[in-house]
C-alpha cells in the first residue's frame, strides 16, 4: 500500500547578532507547497514546462496561514508582504546542485536585514524578483511559530531545504 507523502521545503531561521555573529534565536518550520507550487513541479518534471531559474524569498507580517489554493496572484496581499528590508528586490535564494534527494542553500544562506523593528510571522518562495510582485508562481509558504521581530541590529538568516525521498 502507498503513503501519502507531503511535498514541501522545510525552513530554519535563525536571528543572528549582525555585530557579533551570534544566533541568538532558531526556529524550523515546515511549509504548505500550494497546488500553484505542486502543479508548477509536476509540469516541469514530467510535461516540458520552462524552468523558473530563480526563487524568492518573500516575508510577511500579517496574521495569516497559509491556504492551499494561494497563488503569486494572491498572496502577496492576503500575507502582507514585507517590503522594508535592504535591496531593491526580494533576496534571492541560491540553492546548491541536489544530491541525495536534497536541495538547500545551505553554502549561501538568505539573509534579510530590516530597516527598523519588524515583525516577521512567515516566510513564502516566489519567481517574482520585484518586492511586491503578483506574477510567477508561488511555490512554498510557511507560517512561523513564533513571529520574528527583527530590527537594525540583527539579521534573518533562512535556511530553505526541498527533501524528497523515496518511500
Do not use: C
Not at 54 to 59: F, K, R, V
Not at 77 to 84: C, D, F, I, R, V
Amino acid at each position: 500500500m502507498n503513503e501519502l507523502q507531503k511535498a514541501g521545503f522545510s525552513y530554519t531561521i535563525e536571528t543572528v547578532n549582525r555585530r557579533t555573529g551570534e544566533v541568538v534565536e532558531r526556529e524550523t518550520a515546515h511549509n504548505l507547497m500550494p497546488v500553484q507550487g505542486r502543479n508548477y513541479a509536476l509540469d516541469v518534471l514530467l510535461n516540458g514546462a520552462t524552468q523558473v531559474s530563480s526563487w524568492y524569498l518573500l516575508p510577511y507580517g500579517a496574521d495569516y496561514h497559509p491556504q492551499d489554493n494561494d497563488t503569486a496572484a494572491t498572496f502577496p496581499g492576503l500575507a502582507g508582504e514585507l517590503t522594508n528590508y535592504a535591496g531593491s528586490t526580494r533576496v534571492a535564494i541560491n540553492p546548491s546542485p541536489a544530491s541525495g534527494g536534497v536541495v538547500s542553500n545551505e553554502s549561501n544562506r538568505a539573509e534579510l536585514e530590516f530597516n527598523a523593528e519588524t515583525t516577521v510571522r512567515g516566510l513564502a518562495l516566489v519567481s517574482g524578483l520585484n518586492k511586491g510582485s503578483t506574477s510567477g508562481v508561488l511555490l512554498s509558504a510557511v507560517r512561523l511559530a513564533s513571529p520574528k521581530t527583527p530590527d537594525p541590529e540583527f539579521v534573518l538568516r533562512v535556511l530553505a531545504i526541498i527533501d524528497l525521498q523515496s518511500a
